[in-house]
């Protein structure tokens, strides 16, 4: 049996190098992204210590803050654990602010979500309406 030698036209030497090229750029941004994620735990303790020294909408803006990098690695991993406590620092966030902040709105829509994911998690007809009245 004869073999032939292996032929490889430049359009598909191109795509390939294309390939490694957009594989290479990929990891680099997840693992940027992984350090972000990993950097979420420093983060939440620097707050919980500063937010007794803070004005009272200073440490409801961290801690709303806090809340949606949480709920944002929730998306990442699926982890209930980050939605749970994204829920809880935006929960602490809307009850730190007065009535008439003017942020109010947004921590509320922001604690309508959380409640909305959870709810599309578990079904949980409370995190629903809770997810109305918020919002």
Do not use: F
């Not at 409640?115 to 919002?135: F, H, P």
Request: glycine share 8%.
């Amino acid at each position: 049996m004869l073999t032939s030698p292996v032929h490889i036209n430049t359009a598909t030497a191109a795509r390939v190098g294309s390939q490694s090229t957009h594989e290479q750029a990929y990891n680099k941004h997840l693992g940027h992204l992984e350090q972000s994620l990993s950097a979420i735990p420093s983060a939440g303790a620097g707050v919980q210590e500063t937010i007794g020294r803070q004005p009272q909408g200073h440490s409801a803006r961290w801690l709303n803050n806090l809340g949606n990098r949480l709920a944002s690695r929730y998306e990442r991993t699926r982890n209930m654990d980050d939605l749970e406590q994204a829920i809880e620092k935006i929960q602490q966030a809307v009850e730190k602010t007065p009535e008439a902040h003017p942020d109010l709105a947004k921590w509320l829509g922001n604690l309508g979500n959380c409640l909305a994911r959870r709810y599309g998690r578990t079904e949980n007809m409370d995190d629903l309406e809770q997810a109305i009245e918020k919002t």
